[in-house]
Nanobody, 127 residues
Framework: QVQLVESGGGLVQAGGSLRLSCVAS????????MAWFRQAPGKERAFVAAIIYWDGASTTYADNVKGRFIVSRDNSENTVYLQMNSLKPDDTAVYYCAADVGGSWGRQNIQASYAYWGQGTQVTVSS
């Protein structure tokens, strides 16, 4: 049974930082492209960042987080991270981890590319 468990969310002031973690089990983690999406209140779930399978040599980001967020992975710990810096109130959302066990790259910003999702972790940025 595949499980993705996010943690690290919370309340932070604008300009602050948070690091989200997502621990995966029940899948070939090193062979999976991993991604983060987020859903703000009243909005659709949106792509945030993705990291390619295996060595994580390729990453991609949504334009509105580029330069502030960093996605990384530790295959020895079956964990993907999202370091979020210079947080803004607009970053307030539930953040979801997702896994593409097919290990593809090229449609990483598309929700349908990901078969497995975590339950989400709330991030709230106060002004």
């Amino acid at each position: 049974q595949v499980q993705l468990v996010e943690s690290g969310g919370g309340l932070v002031q604008a300009g602050g930082s948070l690091r989200l973690s997502c621990v995966a089990s029940g899948l070939s983690f090193s062979g999976s492209t991993m991604a983060w999406f987020r859903q703000a209140p009243g909005k659709e779930r949106a792509f945030v960042a993705a990291i390619i399978y295996w060595d994580g040599a390729s990453t991609t980001y949504a334009d509105n987080v580029k330069g502030r967020f960093i996605v990384s992975r530790d295959n020895s710990e079956n964990t993907v991270y999202l370091q979020m810096n210079s947080l803004k109130p607009d970053d307030t959302a539930v953040y979801y981890c997702a896994a593409d066990v097919g290990g593809s790259w090229g449609r990483q910003n598309i929700q349908a590319s990901y078969a497995y999702w975590g339950q989400g972790t709330q991030v709230t940025v106060s002004s």
